[in-house]
Nanobody, 121 residues
Framework: QVQLVESGGGLVQAGGSLRLSCAVSGRTLSTAAVGWFRQAPGNERVCVAR????????FHLSSVWGRFTISRDHAKNTVYLQMNSLKPEDTAVYYC??????????????WGQGTQVTVSS
């Protein structure tokens, strides 16, 4: 199994920054990648960023390109989502997930509990 625990969410003003953390443990070799997904009320869950555990491949959603960056600190067993220039439309629950290198949330087997990010105008 893979265990994922998100932290770092909160309330920030538009234009501000926030860094989400995902503490990872367990059998990560059973999955190929880690991703950040977000879901706002009434909307589908969307992959905003993902990367292979090896770091060979990364993806960022077009709407967050240049603002969000996924990264990892292997020594700390932690994956980060650095979010800059935040906009109100970034407001959502953010989830860390482990699975294939895919943007389809239905293909991911392991999920964190989610952390709320709220961006005020």
């Amino acid at each position: 199994q893979v265990q994922l625990v998100e932290s770092g969410g909160g309330l920030v003003q538009a234009g501000g920054s926030l860094r989400l953390s995902c503490a990872v443990s367990g059998r990560t070799l059973s999955t190929a990648a880690v991703g950040w997904f977000r879901q706002a009320p009434g909307n589908e869950r969307v992959c905003v960023a993902r990367m292979t555990w090896s770091g060979d491949s990364t993806f960022h959603l077009s709407s967050v390109w240049g603002r969000f960056t996924i990264s990892r600190d292997h020594a700390k067993n932690t994956v980060y989502l650095q979010m800059n220039s935040l906009k109100p439309e970034d407001t959502a629950v953010y989830y860390c997930a482990a699975g294939p290198y895919s943007g389809n949330p239905n293909l991911y087997s392991y999920w964190g509990q989610g952390t709320q990010v709220t961006v005020s105008s």
